[in-house]
């Protein structure tokens, strides 16, 4: 079966780093768009960045550009979010996700596209 285990939250100040990672399992890693989904109480949960698995293409959400960087280690089946220069605004749930086939161009709206699901990881930023 297919499973998508994410890590790597944690509590940091604005201007901070965090690393998370999704390993995953059950699937053929190159035939799949994986990245992460975000989620803050009363929002909707948002794209933010995806990278496919056959070929290392990535996507991004505006609101993360050039301070998020994904990135992917397809012999561990691992995807990592580089979170530089953390803001209050990046506080959510992060959310790993996974589908069949590319990445969405347009990913922060893909949410329904997606095909699988793993637990989320908080991610706090504070002022």
Known sequence: DVQLQASGGGLVLHGGALRLSCTASGFTFEDYGIG???????????????????????????S???????????????????????????TAVYYCAARRGLCYSDYADSYYGMDYWGQGTQVTVSS
């Open 36 to 62: 992460w989904f975000r989620q803050a109480p009363g929002k909707e949960r948002e794209g933010v960045s995806c990278i496919n698995g056959r070929d290392g293409t990535t996507v991004y959400a505006d």
């Open 64 to 90: 993360v550009k050039d301070r998020f960087t994904i990135s992917s280690d397809n012999a561990k089946k691992t995807v990592y979010l580089q979170m530089n220069s953390l803001k209050p605004e990046d």
